[in-house]
């Protein structure tokens, strides 16, 4: 009889662990949200995104804001600012998730190339910054202080990408046993500046090998969560170039001019094409001031002619050539 109590042992073990498949074969799986009787609510976020930058700037991408892939929902405490909660949403909202209760709801986009965020936990110390450009570019903005300026350039930075940002306090009713949606409305727009710049009066465009620009006394970041920019001073660094019909005409995006009474200075480094260097610094502070955000450099700049029509050295890129290495 021992075969026989050693079978059914293993019957035994058998049911019962074909009961607790068949018992968690019906579970739900879903993450998304709470489940239950108690949690018959959703939101709905509707989103709109303000796309337009109010500068007369013909070719420049920093003009135009692209429409992002998704955006970021965080809910904030209002008493204590921490984060409770975090959502992601296509460009034009959708469905979202979140108990009962009154949040500082708080929306941007995200995975641009130059604007990074940090601070997430807390809504007063969520940051959007730029990182700093390379030493060799950092000394040659350098070259162009003087002592009286008494300009605190602080770290320069690359242009930040435009931040598209809603902020809205929001009420999530209790949960109710019928089934119900509220919808959120937002309305997203950036929080970074864009500033048109052309120079009208320069001789010798022709001999421009390349133009790289510094815009002092600018915030280094923008604290967005509370809607107040950087008292950190910082220099936007931008490069321009000079277009085909002969004229120089961009823009740069910046966090804004520094709070306070700082001057601001556009250094433009100019090099020829046989490697000169023509420095140039205009104090642009009133111009930040103007409602078209347009720069206007009129003051006469001369490139020089280089000397017998000279070519800067350049270093050509390697010629790849494979040939096959007997091994063995």
Same mark, same amino acid.
């Given at each position: 009889?021992?075969?026989?109590?050693? @079978?059914?042992?293993?019957?035994?073990?058998?049911?019962?662990?074909?009961?607790?498949?068949?018992?968690? *074969?019906?579970?739900?799986?879903?993450?998304?949200?709470? !489940? %239950?009787?108690?949690?018959?609510?959703?939101?709905?976020?509707?989103?709109?995104?303000?796309?337009?930058?109010?500068?007369?700037?013909?070719?420049?991408? !920093?003009?135009?804001?692209?429409?992002?892939?998704?955006?970021?929902?965080?809910?904030?405490?209002?008493?204590?600012?921490?984060?409770?909660?975090?959502?992601?949403?296509?460009?034009? %909202?959708?469905?979202?998730?979140?108990?009962?209760? @009154?949040?500082?709801?708080?929306?941007?986009?995200?995975?641009?190339?130059?604007? *990074?965020?940090?601070?997430? %936990?807390?809504?007063?110390?969520?940051?959007?910054?730029?990182?700093?450009?390379?030493?060799?570019?950092?000394?040659?903005?350098?070259?162009?202080?003087? =002592?009286?300026?008494?300009?605190? *350039? %602080?770290?320069?930075?690359?242009?930040?990408? !435009?931040?598209?940002?809603?902020?809205?306090?929001?009420?999530?009713?209790?949960?109710?046993?019928?089934?119900?949606?509220?919808?959120?409305?937002?309305?997203?727009?950036?929080?970074?500046?864009?500033?048109?710049?052309?120079?009208?009066?320069?001789?010798?465009?022709?001999?421009?090998?390349?133009?790289?620009?510094?815009?002092?006394?600018?915030?280094?970041?923008?604290?967005?969560?509370?809607?107040?920019?950087?008292?950190?001073? =910082?220099?936007?660094?931008?490069?321009?170039?000079?277009?085909?019909?002969?004229?120089? !005409?961009?823009?740069?995006?910046?966090?804004?001019?520094?709070?306070?009474?700082?001057?601001?200075?556009?250094?433009?480094?100019?090099?020829?094409?046989?490697?000169?260097?023509?420095?140039?610094?205009?104090?642009?502070?009133? *111009? @930040?001031?103007?409602?078209?955000?347009?720069?206007?450099?009129?003051?006469?700049?001369?490139?020089?002619?280089?000397?017998?029509?000279?070519? =800067?050295?350049?270093?050509?890129?390697?010629?790849?050539?494979?040939?096959?290495?007997?091994?063995?």
């Amino acid at each position: 009889m021992k075969p026989l109590s050693i @079978f059914n042992f293993q019957l035994s073990i058998l049911a019962a662990t074909l009961l607790l498949l068949c018992s968690c *074969q019906y579970k739900d799986l879903c993450y998304d949200h709470p !489940h %239950g009787d108690n949690y018959n609510l959703s939101l709905l976020l509707d989103l709109q995104l303000e796309l337009d930058v109010d500068v007369e700037v013909s070719v420049e991408t !920093h003009t135009k804001i692209e429409k992002p892939d998704y955006m970021k929902v965080m809910f904030y405490d209002p008493q204590t600012g921490k984060l409770s909660d975090t959502e992601i949403v296509d460009a034009d %909202g959708g469905r979202i998730y979140e108990a009962p209760g @009154f949040y500082d709801m708080l929306v941007y986009s995200f995975g641009t190339e130059w604007t *990074q965020i940090r601070g997430e %936990g807390n809504i007063n110390t969520l940051e959007a910054f730029t990182s700093d450009i390379t030493a060799t570019k950092s000394r040659a903005l350098r070259s162009f202080t003087r =002592a009286e300026e008494e300009e605190p *350039q %602080g770290p320069i930075i690359y242009t930040p990408d !435009h931040l598209l940002v809603a902020h809205e306090r929001v009420e999530v009713p209790p949960f109710t046993e019928e089934e119900r949606v509220i919808t959120l409305t937002a309305n997203a727009k950036t929080v970074v500046e864009t500033y048109g710049f052309q120079i009208t009066n320069i001789k010798g465009i022709e001999y421009i090998s390349s133009i790289e620009a510094f815009v002092t006394n600018q915030s280094r970041s923008t604290f967005f969560g509370r809607g107040e920019k950087s008292k950190e001073p =910082a220099t936007i660094y931008f490069p321009i170039e000079v277009n085909n019909d002969g004229y120089i !005409h961009t823009s740069f995006n910046t966090f804004g001019k520094l709070p306070g009474e700082s001057r601001s200075y556009l250094h433009i480094l100019i090099t020829n094409t046989s490697g000169e260097e023509v420095q140039v610094s205009v104090d642009i502070t009133d *111009q @930040f001031e103007k409602e078209d955000h347009e720069i206007i450099i009129d003051e006469e700049i001369d490139i020089p002619k280089p000397e017998g029509g000279g070519i =800067a050295p350049t270093v050509e890129e390697w010629n790849e050539e494979k040939k096959d290495v007997p091994i063995g």
